[in-house]
């Protein structure tokens, strides 16, 4: 399993991560990090979805002490997946019969991609956002 980050400004580094992810995996993360990296005035904001480990009360609780550092983007349960990650993962899963070894090929292929690319999804992020709410959290062309 991989675990990774990317934001407007900047791929953030994957983490492979051996086992199932689970809350305490999810927190050793390079997700502070990055953040403070990328947003070193605390302005930006984190997306994740309602993955069980994204939930965990010990990770709620550590985005509530880490507040000052960014704004954690509320997921609503049972909602459409826009999260443009969905999209990276799909670019990997494309381009990794052409490496040794997944875990090789996903590494090549992550540091590998194009900050157009990235940048895209951020800027469909409202796009996105308001497609949801027009279809009632219906099926959305994302």
């Given at each position: 399993?991989?675990?990774?980050?990317?934001?407007?400004?900047?791929?953030?580094?994957?983490?492979?991560?051996?086992?199932?992810?689970?809350?305490?995996n999810?927190?050793?993360?390079?997700?502070?990090?990055?953040?403070?990296?990328?947003?070193?005035?605390?302005?930006?904001?984190?997306?994740?979805?309602?993955?069980?480990?994204?939930?965990?009360?010990?990770?709620?609780?550590?985005?509530?002490?880490?507040?000052?550092?960014?704004?954690?983007?509320?997921?609503?349960?049972?909602?459409?997946?826009?999260?443009?990650?969905?999209?990276?993962?799909?670019?990997?899963?494309?381009?990794?019969?052409h490496?040794?070894?997944?875990?090789?090929?996903?590494?090549?292929?992550?540091?590998?991609?194009?900050?157009?690319?990235?940048?895209?999804?951020?800027?469909?992020?409202?796009?996105?956002?308001?497609?949801?709410?027009?279809?009632?959290?219906?099926?959305?062309?994302?």
């Amino acid at each position: 399993m991989l675990w990774g980050t990317f934001s407007w400004a900047a791929l953030g580094s994957v983490v492979v991560v051996e086992q199932t992810m689970k809350d305490a995996n999810y927190l050793n993360s390079q997700l502070h990090p990055y953040m403070a990296f990328v947003f070193p005035t605390g302005n930006g904001i984190f997306q994740q979805d309602n993955a069980p480990c994204h939930k965990a009360r010990i990770v709620l609780e550590w985005f509530e002490e880490h507040t000052d550092a960014f704004h954690l983007m509320s997921w609503p349960p049972n909602s459409p997946h826009p999260n443009p990650m969905k999209h990276i993962w799909d670019v990997m899963e494309l381009k990794h019969h052409h490496v040794r070894t997944l875990r090789d090929c996903c590494l090549n292929i992550w540091y590998n991609l194009s900050p157009v690319m990235y940048q895209k999804l951020v800027a469909s992020i409202p796009r996105r956002d308001a497609a949801v709410l027009k279809a009632k959290g219906g099926a959305t062309r994302y």
